[in-house]
């Protein structure tokens, strides 16, 4: 089988298909600690993308409560069941990716979820990992924890979906890296379901055939961020392009985040398909359990967040998430603000450090009026 070399592993891994990178990757930085899991994203996403027929359990977007929530029903840990916990010597992978378990020549390690797992998408929501007596408060270090984690396709360096297909329906653009099924060769084997170890490839009970996220890929093409993106009201979301064929630029925000930085890590790297959406890790959650779901860089990355207040650089570039509908992919910090710009050269955003604040007076001479807190 070729090999391939995974910088999320720190080593070469088995992957079915050589092919050069994509000329720029789409990529997405989710903030877990901002995330109020209101649902806005998932509405935005299902009443645009999947509203028709055969589509009733598709959500190419939704946010689930982890430590017990999943949806499909715990997609996540019936996979680590069969792969067992990764173990990591650095930041180089040691156990097998879902390509290495199986067998040269056979498709990715994974599972088919039951029709019964797509029956509850808010599973396990607000659960926390423990019960609480009768009028216990939380004071310091939380002894219980919930964290809410939204999920979209990740649009995988070396993606699972993919490399399953038997019909060649499934392919990665060359111009942003986005994965899409043609829907034409498509004949349902759903080979792609069991084989994604994120559970975002859906079929169609209606048309036979299998839909995942699209990454809005007629808003990319008009440099506009992603539905879900411009939609969150948390702003936990910033979505631009990494730097796939030369050195990562500082002045990008994706790249500066998620490569220099490596404060936003990804989902479940040990998988080996290279996810492109990173979080950013919740810092009140125990470093055990978060470093199964985004490996070994956890805590540096908890540390790096909590004094955001002192790296003006790297929390100006996180003041761009949710700040203009333009994907921005160069940014620049001048004095007390952030400025980013569109691929056209375009100024898109320009956000204050501090909010500027506006008092007005009690009595307004000009109209005759007061106001009061009601108006």
Sequence with gaps: MPKRYNWQLGREMDYPFEAPPPARQVAYVFDTNKCIECQTCTVACKTCWTSGKGQEIIFWNNVETKPYGG?????????LAKTGP???KGTTLVTPTVFETEGDKQPPNGHRPAVDDYSSPNVGEDDITGTIEMGAAFSGVHPMWMFYLARICNHCDHPACLAACPRQAIYKRDEDGIVLIDQERCRGYQECVRACPYKKTFFNVISRASEKCIGCFPRVEQGQVALCVESCIGKIRLHGFLTTRGEPRPDNPLDYIVKIRKLALPLYPQHGTGPNVYYIPPVHVPNGFLEQLFGPGV???KTMYRKLADDRQLLGALLLSGA??????????????????????DEVARVPFTEPVYIR???????????HNTT
């Excluded at 949806?71 to 996979?79: F, I, M, Q, V």
């Excluded at 007076?361 to 106001?371: A, C, F, G, Q, T």
């Design 71 to 79: 949806y499909p029903l715990e997609w996540d840990t019936r996979l």
């Design 86 to 88: 990764a173990a990591w």
């Design 299 to 301: 805590e540096a990355a």
């Design 324 to 345: 203009s509908q333009r994907i921005i992919t160069r940014f620049e910090v001048k004095g007390d603000e952030v400025l980013g710009w569109a691929e056209n050269g």
């Design 361 to 371: 007076k009690h009595y307004d001479e000009v109209h005759n009026v007061y106001r």
